[in-house]
């Protein structure tokens, strides 16, 4: 099994998720006591989160890209960054070593593409709904995106940095949540896209009247498959 590099920490919540899921991926891939071989590079997102805020881009790809060439040199053969959102800077991490980024938003997409969907919702941070670094690339692959209206967009970006982040999960939140995806089903969205790696640990598959695309998952499993594809 080749190693992968994790770029974590943003939030920690979400790349534990991501280590769990890495992992039981590969154990059911070779069973036994198999375990996935990867290197965890963890960010402090308080900085992280500021650099956001501030519209501090190009530095957050910097920070990322030292964190890239980190996993390299520790001996990853692919790096995944563990946040929809950070994909922003997707390109500036590429760039800064010689193995592959499995970018999250081309494996959401495979999986609506493979489902037979082409109208999907997506819910995320305020920059992955409102900005083009994702629906873009979701867009490239022949999807039509969907956003919620402005207040939930808000909603949903408050619940994430203010709660899911910080490890809170509260019924109200997800009802909240269950509102907006009504409404992107009513507005024709035919499936969901769970696209900020908090949200699995709120909503799921229950909480939505058409199929939802869990990012996290996606992107582990598609990372084992890599890792173990000769």
């Not at 910097?62 to 922003?88: F, P, Q, Y």
């Not at 938003?105 to 305020?126: E, K």
């Amino acid at each position: 099994m080749r190693t992968i590099g994790l770029l974590g920490g943003m939030s920690w919540e979400s790349t534990a998720e991501y280590y769990r899921l890495l992992n039981e991926f590969t154990r059911d891939r070779l069973g036994g006591l198999h375990s996935a071989k990867c290197v965890l590079w963890s960010v402090d997102f308080a900085q992280v989160e500021l650099l956001q805020s501030e519209g501090r881009w190009e530095e957050a790809g910097a920070l990322l890209a030292d964190g890239a060439r980190a996993v390299e040199a520790a001996g990853a053969d692919l790096v995944l960054i563990c946040t929809n959102t950070m994909h922003k800077v997707a390109d500036q991490v590429q760039a800064a070593v010689g193995i592959p980024l499995l970018h999250l938003a081309d494996t959401t997409a495979a999986a609506v593409r493979a489902a037979g969907l082409r109208r999907v919702g997506l819910l995320g941070t305020a920059f992955t709904m409102e900005q083009d670094f994702y629906k873009g690339r979701l867009a490239s692959h022949d999807l039509e995106v969907l956003v919620p209206d402005a207040a939930g967009r808000a909603e949903v970006h408050r619940i994430i940095y203010d709660e899911l982040c910080q490890g809170v999960i509260r019924e109200e939140s997800r009802e909240a949540y269950r509102a907006v995806i009504a409404a992107l089903v009513a507005d024709g969205a035919e499936g969901v896209i769970l696209g900020c790696t908090e949200i699995e640990l709120l909503v799921g598959p229950k909480d939505s009247p058409v199929p939802v695309f869990p990012t996290t998952r996606l992107h582990a499993e598609a990372a084992v498959s890599a890792a173990l594809t000769p």
